[in-house]
């Protein structure tokens, strides 16, 4: 908030999946209320969560806190976002939520996702089929549960970093307070990162899953058609490792590669 309010003298922040808004007030609060400019969205799944969390913010008085009963995927968003966060947000909600920052270039990330369920449900599929000792990782349904959720949140994180973010993964809070305590951080420090971007692509291909966050930025596994990878290339100090330096372009539109604009 420091960088963003440092930097932009209206900053829009979106909170997705807001549900009775209780980090929203705190942000406008810390944040926004004594700086007198600046707004938050918060957007809502539940309309009765919206209209309570819309009454006390009257209460409050807090004028530029706004509040929409909507999908996270088919929300109104302003056309700039300069942070969006995300606090549990139901299974793929996340990844619903990622997409409209990626989409609206928020200048920073923050979120703690939910429990997952997409990603092991896949990988039950491949349970049978998978080639080496690999699908031993996610043989019983515990395992499954566990590393669909870590591979969810690593594809997260990978596919972050491919729309030029620069990612930090760490805890919320003690683990005393919430088992759902990941925090994935993202700050757009370059236009897109063509490594991250291959890396994940090799990742979607090894482990044979294609989560919705994948799928709604049009991002395909190495190897198939239209991934523009071949299978096996290798990421890592290819000559298409690179990443674009400077000030990344706000509104990028995911899929593109904007490296010389
Ligand atoms: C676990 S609660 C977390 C609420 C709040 N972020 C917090 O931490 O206090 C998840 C909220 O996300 C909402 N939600 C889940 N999926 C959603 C979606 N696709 N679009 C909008 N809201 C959604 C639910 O209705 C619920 O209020």
Same mark, same amino acid.
């Given at each position: 908030?420091? +960088?963003?309010? %440092?930097?932009?003298?209206?900053?829009?922040? @979106?909170?997705?999946?807001?549900?009775?808004?209780?980090?929203?007030?705190?942000?406008?609060?810390?944040?926004?209320?004594?700086?007198?400019?600046?707004?938050?969205?918060?957007?809502?799944?539940?309309?009765?969560?919206?209209?309570? =969390?819309? !009454?006390?913010?009257?209460?409050?008085?807090?004028?530029?806190?706004?509040?929409?009963?909507? *999908?996270?995927?088919?929300?109104?968003?302003?056309?700039?976002?300069? /942070?969006?966060?995300?606090? *549990?947000?139901?299974?793929?909600?996340? +990844?619903?939520?990622?997409?409209?920052?990626?989409?609206? !270039?928020? +200048? &920073? @990330?923050? /979120?703690?996702?939910?429990?997952? =369920? #997409? @990603?092991?449900?896949?990988?039950?599929?491949?349970?049978?089929?998978?080639?080496?000792?690999?699908?031993?990782?996610?043989? &019983?349904?515990?395992?499954?549960?566990?590393?669909?959720?870590?591979?969810?949140?690593?594809?997260?994180?990978?596919?972050?970093?491919?729309? !030029?973010?620069?990612?930090?993964?760490?805890?919320?809070?003690?683990?005393?307070?919430?088992?759902?305590? #990941?925090?994935?951080?993202?700050?757009?420090? *370059?236009?897109?990162?063509?490594?991250?971007?291959?890396?994940?692509?090799?990742?979607?291909?090894?482990?044979? /899953?294609?989560?919705?966050?994948?799928?709604?930025?049009?991002?395909?596994? %190495?190897?198939?058609?239209?991934?523009?990878?071949? #299978?096996?290339?290798?990421?890592?100090?290819?000559?298409?490792?690179?990443?674009?330096?400077?000030?990344?372009?706000?509104?990028? @539109?995911?899929?593109?590669?904007?490296?010389?604009?």
């Amino acid at each position: 908030m420091d +960088d963003v309010q %440092a930097r932009h003298p209206n900053p829009v922040v @979106v909170d997705a999946g807001s549900g009775n808004a209780y980090l929203g007030f705190i942000v406008y609060e810390l944040f926004l209320k004594d700086a007198q400019a600046g707004e938050l969205l918060s957007i809502e799944g539940r309309p009765e969560l919206t209209e309570r =969390a819309k !009454g006390r913010a009257e209460r409050l008085h807090f004028d530029r806190m706004r509040f929409q009963t909507a *999908h996270i995927d088919e929300a109104q968003y302003p056309e700039r976002i300069h /942070v969006l966060m995300a606090l *549990h947000a139901c299974d793929t909600a996340t +990844d619903d939520a990622l997409v409209a920052a990626i989409k609206h !270039g928020a +200048d &920073h @990330v923050a /979120v703690v996702p939910c429990c997952q =369920a #997409e @990603v092991a449900a896949q990988l039950k599929e491949k349970k049978a089929k998978g080639p080496g000792s690999m699908s031993l990782l996610f043989q &019983h349904p515990m395992h499954r549960r566990e590393f669909g959720s870590h591979l969810t949140n690593v594809i997260r994180a990978l596919t972050l970093e491919s729309f !030029g973010y620069q990612v930090t993964v760490t805890e919320l809070t003690g683990w005393e307070h919430s088992l759902k305590n #990941e925090l994935i951080l993202g700050r757009r420090v *370059h236009r897109d990162n063509r490594r991250a971007r291959l890396q994940l692509q090799a990742l979607l291909a090894e482990t044979g /899953v294609q989560p919705r966050l994948t799928r709604l930025l049009g991002i395909m596994p %190495a190897g198939t058609e239209g991934s523009g990878v071949q #299978e096996g290339s290798a990421p890592e100090g290819s000559a298409a490792e690179s990443e674009s330096e400077g000030e990344a372009a706000p509104g990028a @539109v995911p899929g593109t590669d904007e490296r010389e604009a």
